[in-house]
Structure formats: structure tokens, C-alpha cells
């Protein structure tokens, strides 16, 4: 799956968007994309650390091979060869091995334009096919990001619960989202 190509084609702008898994090779790329997200304290979990290219490695090493054995997918979103979205689906373990985690972004200048729908269209679809314990997918937002949130109930995401002051942005707590979605044979 390293470097698998999932989506090439062109957006409304004739640009060139490519999502694919990631390689190793990707490292650097992804290092600056995640620490120019963290700089920005967007709705993130990074806010304002900077990760190092080891901590980077380490995780890249990790989810290629949680990939390779079936237990993750992570897609990597290209407009004309800049890295500019990332999406994965991680699976949990032992009890909730069939509960997957699902993350997505999108740089900054880059939202708004309807890649982030097609980046989670994409993501849930590779994950469907690729990793058979998958039953649930759950997710968390800010709650105060409102564009998010209608994008994930459109996607079929309902809300289960809130946590009060559950995150720290921008100098202050608000409450943060937690949604899930059934995919196949509960509920």
C-alpha cells in the first residue's frame, strides 16, 4: 500500500489533486505540513509544539506498518504536488479492536474548496474495504468548529456525548464533540 494511489484527478480549478497512502520518503513534507498546522492553532490537538522529524519518523514508521498489516489506513491529499491534507482511520485495540479513530485536515488555504469532503469521502471508503474489524468510527471536534461538525453528520455522524472544557485553544478551554458512526452489523 506504500505510495498506493487512490484518487487522480482535477478539481473545479483544473489543479491536479492526487490521495494516496503515504511513504516513507514523505517524512519531511509531513513534518512541516502538521507543524505549520500546530502554528496555527487551528482545531487541532498540536497547539504550537513543534513535532521533531524523530517523533515524525516514528510515527510514520508506526502507521505504515498498522497499514501494512490492515489495522489503519492514512491518506495523504496533494493539490499540484503540495501536501495539503491528511485523513486516517486508526483502530483501537483488544476490547474496542473495532472501534476506528478518525482524523482529518486540511491547510489553511485549502479549505473551503471541498477537499476535505473528498478527503473524507476517500477515507472512509479505503478504510470500508481494508480493514475488516472496523464496525464503528468515532471522532472528536472542537465545538466550535461549526464547518466540521455539519460535515460529519452529513457523512452520517451523530453525536454521543461532550466534554465540558475538554480542550485547551488559543488561550482558552471550550467543550469538545465526540461523534460516531456505525458502519457495518451493530446497532
Known amino acids: 500500500m506504500e505510495g498506493k494511489i487512490v484518487v487522480d484527478t482535477k478539481t473545479k480549478n483544473e489543479e491536479n489533486l492526487v490521495v494516496r497512502y503515504p511513504k516513507r520518503s514523505d517524512v519531511k513534507i509531513m513534518q512541516d505540513y ?82 476535505g469532503k473528498a478527503l473524507m469521502q476517500t477515507v472512509l471508503s479505503e478504510a470500508e474495504k481494508n480493514i475488516a474489524d472496523l464496525k464503528i468510527i468515532t471522532l472528536s471536534a472542537f465545538i466550535d468548529n461549526d464547518v466540521a461538525i455539519r460535515m460529519y453528520e452529513r457523512f452520517g455522524f451523530v453525536e454521543y456525548g461532550v466534554l465540558p472544557n475538554g480542550v485547551f485553544r488559543k488561550g482558552k478551554y471550550s467543550d469538545h464533540v465526540y461523534m460516531y458512526k456505525v458502519i457495518k452489523g451493530l446497532i
Not at 57 to 82: G, P, Q
Not at 91 to 105: N, T, Y
Request: net charge neutral; glycine share 8%; no cysteine.
Open 34 to 115: 502538521i507543524n505549520k498546522l500546530s502554528e496555527e492553532q487551528t482545531f487541532v490537538s498540536f497547539q504550537g509544539e513543534q513535532i521533531s522529524l524523530e517523533a515524525e519518523e516514528d510515527f510514520l514508521r508506526s502507521n505504515l506498518k498498522r497499514i501494512k498489516e490492515k489495522n489503519d489506513v492514512l491518506l495523504l491529499a496533494f493539490l499540484n504536488k503540495s501536501l495539503i491534507g491528511i485523513s486516517g482511520i486508526n483502530m483501537k485495540v483488544r476490547a474496542e479492536k473495532h472501534i476506528g479513530v478518525l482524523g482529518i485536515s486540511i491547510a489553511k488555504e485549502h479549505r473551503g474548496e471541498g477537499i
